[in-house]
């Protein structure tokens, strides 16, 4: 009689513990499918280029507008570059097939304004203007960091934080040539599509770091 109640207990201490094995696995398994649908909804989340765009660099562009540049003036210097992109649907930026160059000769104090699309430069126009002030070029030398580089930059920096809020807005893209205190930068801003909210990123187009916005 007790060896049958011995192994009555056996049967049922085995069965307990098998039970919780099972409910460890249950548990564990719950926990990694949490996971796995946590990372799934956060890589849902991140916002890329879109890859169906035929798009140039603005580099890339830069060697089209200034071959036709210096064709217009020999002294023809690079002063500021422009790009628009927009979300074409959630988590995915399109635009930026069109970059407008602008050169300065200091010999005839105009300005030259050009478009490149694709592999195309063209011409857009050549604007007389009188300088009241000096004119600074960028050291191409300093630029080190591409557009594209740039565009990720802002919206790692909560560029693609105002996107989910904003999607319908604008981002635009900008090469501003280096103040007397500071140097080369990327200006990345998105504007929504009423003007109302505006978000920018200023990225040192040379180290590719981040520069932090002074506090009004």
């Keep these: 009689m007790r060896k049958l109640m011995s192994r009555k207990i056996q049967v049922a201490v085995i069965v307990i513990l098998g039970l919780i094995v099972v409910g460890v696995y249950v548990m564990l398994g719950g926990l990694l499918l949490t996971g796995r649908g946590t990372q799934a ?3 849902s989340y991140i916002t890329y280029l879109d890859p169906g765009v035929q798009r140039v660099s603005a580099r890339q562009a830069y060697a089209q507008a200034q071959t036709l540049a210096q064709k217009w003036q020999a002294d023809a210097q690079l002063v500021g570059a422009r790009a628009s992109f927009r979300q074409e649907k959630p988590g995915v930026i399109g635009g930026g097939q069109t970059w407008s160059f602008q050169f300065f000769s200091p010999s005839t104090s105009q300005l030259y304004l050009l478009s490149v699309q694709g592999k195309q430069a063209q011409a857009e126009s ?6 009241h002030a000096e004119v600074t070029s960028v050291e191409v030398a300093q630029w080190q960091v591409d557009s594209e580089e740039a565009l990720l930059f802002f919206l790692s920096h909560g560029g693609e934080e105002f996107l989910r809020k904003h999607p319908e807005a604008a981002i635009n893209l900008q090469l501003v040539p280096p103040k007397k205190d500071g140097g080369l930068i990327w200006l990345a801003s998105g504007v ?11 990225i040192d187009a040379q180290t590719g770091s981040v520069i932090p916005q002074e506090s009004s």
């Design 41 to 43: 909804s956060r890589r």
């Design 192 to 202: 929504s599509q009423a003007g109302r909210a505006v978000f920018f990123v200023q």
């Design 126 to 131: 050549a604007v007389e203007r009188r300088v």
